[in-house]
């Protein structure tokens, strides 16, 4: 299999692929997703959460793709990807590695050591009641990463129900949670 620029690919590879785009303040954006090359390729690729799990990326296309080597990378990238971060926006027109990340928001959208370890704190929180929750509303409202476990605590302590998928649509019903969530932490904050 190769790349869009003919370079072999082989498992264990890290992707770039553009996905999308349109134009911000008169210029065209392109939209990227990151990905790495699984033992057996079927149309999906590799991505990774905050805990370092992988995940399958569906659609994924080795053909539209551009191979990176690791030696390209920006200090910190690699670290980024396998703790979640999976796209970013570029407005490079050309198509090396060097100037889409040179003239990217990768690093707006980077992970850290710090969010990593904000999210794994909060993954160990034993929320039981509402005033655990109030104890807790700074670091909610400090992470920029929050465990759907907590998320959906602190809904069912606020006496709400979670979303309900309707069609496959994890991604809205998430939204909704996410937005409940904060509404519910951002409240309480503005009472105390």
């Given at each position: 299999m190769?790349d869009?620029?003919g370079?072999p ?5 890290l992707?770039?692929e ?5 134009y911000s303040?008169g210029?065209?954006l392109?939209s990227?997703?990151?990905w ?14 905050l805990?370092?799990?992988s995940h399958?990326f ?9 191979k ?7 200090k910190?990238?690699l670290f980024s990807?396998y703790h979640g ?6 407005y ?6 060097t100037?889409?990340?040179?003239d990217?928001?990768w ?5 850290n050591?710090?969010?990593?370890s904000?999210?794994?704190?909060l ?5 039981a009641?509402i005033e ?5 509303l ?11 476990s907590v998320?959906?605590s602190?809904i069912?302590l ?5 979303a309900v998928m309707?069609?496959?649509?994890l991604?809205f019903a ?5 937005l409940t969530?904060q509404s ?5 904050q503005d009472?105390?």
């Open positions: 190769k869009v620029n370079n690919v082989k498992v264990g590879d992707l770039l553009e996905t999308g785009g349109g303040n210029k065209l392109r990227f997703t990151l790495e090359m699984p033992n057996r390729y079927n149309g999906q690729g590799l991505q990774y959460s805990d370092k799990t399958e569906c659609w994924a296309d080795v053909n539209k793709s551009i990176i080597s690791v030696k390209e990378l920006p910190d990238f990807f971060m999976d796209d970013f926006d570029s490079s027109k050309r198509n090396t590695v100037d889409i990340l040179g990217s928001n690093k707006e959208k980077s992970i050591p710090n969010d990593v904000s999210f794994k704190k993954s160990r929180l034993k929320l009641s655990d929750v109030r104890k807790n700074n670091l909610f409202t400090k992470a920029k990463y929050i465990p759907n998320v959906a602190v069912r606020a006496g709400g129900k979670e309707v069609n496959g649509e991604g998430m939204l909704e949670d996410t969530f519910i932490v951002y409240g309480m009472r105390n």
